[in-house]
C-alpha cells in the first residue's frame, strides 16, 4: 500500500512539474544570432553570435537549440556546442538551463573555408521539464545568408603576364582612341578597322579616309573565366581545384583594378544563381558597390559550363560590333584551344586587347600564354 501511495504521489509530482515548467517552457523565449560580417572572403575568420532570453518568472529546465550550417564553416573546437557532420551541412546543437529572466549570450568563433553564398534561415528550439512529460519544438525564422568571397592572391603569385596585363592597363586609360570622340578625318593607316572608314572623305579624297578619334581616359576592362577544364569537357567541372583558383585570379584581378580607379567587368561561361539559360555578363564600372557585385558574382559561380568558350568570345566579337568600344580583356583559363585563338585574333582585328591568365595545372607548374 506504501508503494502504491508513493507511485501516485510521485506521478502527481511529475505531473505537476511538467505542467508548470515543462508546458510554458517555449513561452517568451528570444533567440537571435548575429555574425561578425555577412561578406567576407574564403579563409577569413569570424564569430557567431548566439543570445537567447527567458522573460518570464518560470525556468526552463532544459532547452536545446539546433541550427543547419555549411559544412565550409570551421568552428573551433570548444566552441561550446555539439557538431555532426555531413558531407554538405552540418548540425549544430547546444543546450541550455535558463533561470527567470535570464539572458545567455555566446560566441562562437570559426572559418569559412570555402566561397559560396549559404542561406542561413532557421533555428530549432526544443524544450521541456526535467522527465520528458511536457515537450515542445518551435523553429524560429531568421531570414539571413552569409556571402563568401573566393580567397584573392598575392600579386607575386600570380603568373608573371598578369603585370603585363596590369602595367598595360595602367598606361592604356590614358591612350585608348574614343570612338565617340570625332575630332576630323586622317589619312587610312595599317591596322585601322574597316568600321572606321569615312567613305564620303574617301571619296573626295581619291584615298582612304578614317575618323580621327579622340582619346579616352577609361577603357574598359574586362576579366573572363572559363569554366571549361580543357577543350573537351562538358557540363560539370571534374577538378574543381583549377576552377576555384581561376576565380581567385579574378577576385584578385577585380579588387586591384577597381582599387586602381578602372571600371572592371566580369563574365562566365558557366551556370550561376537565378541566371537560367543567360551567360553571366557584368558591364564594367567603378567603386566599391559594384566591387561588391562582382565578387557576389563570383561567389555563387557553378561549377559546370553553360557555353564552350570559343562560342563565348565569338559572341564578344558580335557584340564589339555594335558596341564600338575598346576593350581590354584579362581571359583566365587552364587551356587555349584552336577554336578559341581564332575568336582572339578576330577581337585583336577590332582593336581589342587579349591577355590569357594561364591557370596552373594541380602540382603548381604554370606556362604563361599570351595573345
Same mark, same amino acid.
Given at each position: ?40 572572403? =574564403? ?6 553570435? $548566439? ?6 518568472? #518560470?525556468?526552463? &529546465?532544459? *532547452?536545446? @537549440? ?93 603568373? =608573371? ?6 602595367? $598595360? ?6 591612350? #585608348?582612341?574614343? &570612338?565617340? *570622340?570625332? @575630332? ?188
Amino acid at each position: 500500500m506504501a508503494l502504491l501511495w508513493l507511485v501516485l504521489v510521485g506521478g502527481i509530482v511529475v505531473v505537476i512539474h511538467g505542467v508548470w515548467f515543462g508546458r510554458p517552457a517555449l513561452r517568451k523565449l528570444k533567440y537571435s544570432r548575429q555574425f561578425s560580417k555577412l561578406r567576407c572572403y =574564403a579563409g577569413d575568420e569570424l564569430e557567431m553570435v $548566439e543570445t537567447i532570453s527567458n522573460e518570464k518568472r #518560470v525556468s526552463v &529546465p532544459w *532547452l536545446r @537549440l539546433e541550427s543547419m550550417m555549411p559544412v565550409s564553416f570551421v568552428f573551433r573546437s570548444g566552441s561550446g556546442m555539439d557538431i555532426s557532420q555531413g558531407e554538405i551541412y552540418q548540425n549544430h546543437k547546444s543546450i541550455f538551463t535558463l533561470k527567470p529572466f535570464t539572458r545567455i549570450t555566446r560566441k562562437h568563433p570559426f572559418t569559412c573555408t570555402q566561397r559560396g553564398i549559404y542561406p542561413l534561415n532557421t533555428a530549432t528550439m526544443t524544450g521541456g521539464d526535467l522527465f520528458g512529460v511536457w515537450r515542445s519544438t518551435k523553429p524560429i525564422p531568421l531570414q539571413m545568408s552569409m556571402v563568401v568571397y573566393p580567397s584573392l592572391v598575392n600579386a607575386e603569385d600570380l603568373p =608573371a603576364i598578369y603585370q603585363v596585363w596590369q602595367g $598595360e592597363v595602367e598606361v592604356s586609360r590614358w591612350i #585608348v582612341e574614343d &570612338p565617340f *570622340l570625332i @575630332l576630323g578625318v586622317r589619312p587610312y593607316g595599317a591596322g585601322d578597322p574597316m568600321n572606321r572608314i569615312h567613305w564620303k572623305a574617301s571619296a573626295r579624297t581619291g584615298e582612304l579616309q578614317v575618323y580621327k578619334q579622340g582619346w579616352t581616359a577609361d577603357p574598359q576592362s574586362w576579366i573572363i573565366v572559363n569554366i571549361q577544364e580543357s577543350a573537351d569537357m562538358w557540363s560539370v567541372v571534374t577538378r574543381p581545384e583549377k576552377i576555384e583558383r581561376a576565380l581567385r585570379y579574378a577576385a584578385t584581378a577585380a579588387v586591384d583594378a577597381i582599387g586602381r580607379g578602372l571600371p572592371a567587368g566580369f563574365a562566365h561561361n558557366g551556370y550561376h544563381v537565378g541566371g537560367g539559360r543567360d551567360t553571366l555578363r557584368i558591364e564594367p564600372d567603378y567603386g566599391t558597390p559594384h566591387l561588391e557585385r562582382l565578387l557576389e558574382a563570383m561567389a555563387e559561380t557553378e561549377l559546370k559550363c553553360m557555353v564552350p568558350m570559343e562560342q563565348f568570345l565569338n559572341d564578344e566579337v558580335r557584340l564589339n560590333e555594335e558596341a564600338q568600344q575598346i576593350r581590354s580583356y584579362l581571359l583566365i583559363t587552364s587551356y587555349v584551344s584552336a577554336a578559341m585563338e581564332h575568336e582572339i585574333a578576330r577581337l585583336h582585328e577590332q582593336g581589342h586587347r587579349v591577355t590569357i591568365l594561364p591557370v596552373e595545372d594541380v602540382k603548381g607548374n604554370t606556362k604563361a600564354v599570351s595573345a
